[in-house]
């Protein structure tokens, strides 16, 4: 069956733009986490959402912001870009419930200039 | 504060050697832990889980333990393989879905 899918793969934005990111879990995956990637903090928590709903969230700025879809699709969204914001941005999608193994897409490389 | 952290950096071994990668956590109420491997431009990709209420678990030449006195666990690949290289991440799982990485090990294998 098809992977978690993260569209785009690459972007370019520019500072103080906002930016939007699309992620398709894997068919019949409820649950979707959002993730940071950096050289500097590695990988970081940013928020799940589960059945339309954020159920946790990580200490990032409110800038960062997520929704799901009714088909469990995930935006996520992240507004006034800053240069630190750079990074790479992974999505994975787990089964319903917790403690469940996470599927990791290949993520999107975000670059702020 | 809450933290998975991986003593070293980078381990280089020879190919056919076994590796051990190391991880230590934090919180004591962490029950589930999850290995992942990253390639360079991919995504990371699950390799083995366990459950606290486990000390051990195998896969295909990847073996996990787990040590909740000293809350540490290791991982350990038999017959290290060219395409084991890459960097090596373990996770902890507390609340819902969130994982609580560590800072990753990068693995190089020599030919």
């Known amino acids: 069956k098809a992977g978690v899918t993260q569209t785009p793969r690459y972007l370019i934005k520019t500072r103080g733009q906002q930016v939007t990111l699309s992620c398709s879990p894997i068919s019949g995956h409820r649950s979707v986490s959002w993730y940071q990637q950096t050289p500097g903090q590695g990988l970081q928590f940013l928020f799940e959402?589960?059945?339309?709903?954020?159920?946790n969230k990580g200490n990032f700025p409110g800038r960062f912001s997520g929704r799901q879809f009714s088909n469990s699709r995930s935006e996520m969204n992240v507004s006034t870009l800053e240069l630190g914001d750079s990074a790479l941005y992974l999505c994975?999608?787990?089964?319903?419930?917790?403690?469940?193994?996470?599927?990791f897409g290949q993520g999107t490389r975000l670059t702020v200039v | 504060g809450e933290s998975v952290g991986l003593h070293l950096p980078t381990l280089s071994v020879q190919e056919g050697d076994n590796s051990i990668i190391n991880c230590a956590y934090s919180?004591?109420?962490?029950?589930?832990f999850i290995w992942y491997k990253q390639e360079s431009g991919k995504g990371p990709q699950f390799i083995i889980d366990?459950?606290?209420?486990?000390d051990k678990r195998q896969g295909q030449r990847v073996t996990v333990l787990l040590n909740k006195t000293v809350k540490h666990l290791s991982l350990q690949i038999a017959a290290t393989q060219p395409g084991d290289s890459a960097v090596y991440f373990c996770?902890?799982?507390?609340?819902?879905?969130?994982?609580?990485f560590g800072a990753g090990t990068i693995l190089r294998v020599k030919s």
């Open positions: 959402y589960f059945s339309e709903t954020q159920r």
């Open positions: 919180n004591s109420a962490s029950d589930y």
């Open positions: 996770a902890d799982s507390r609340y819902g879905n969130k994982l609580v």
């Open positions: 994975a999608s787990s089964l319903v419930g917790q403690n469940t193994e996470a599927f």
């Open positions: 366990i459950r606290s209420n486990m």
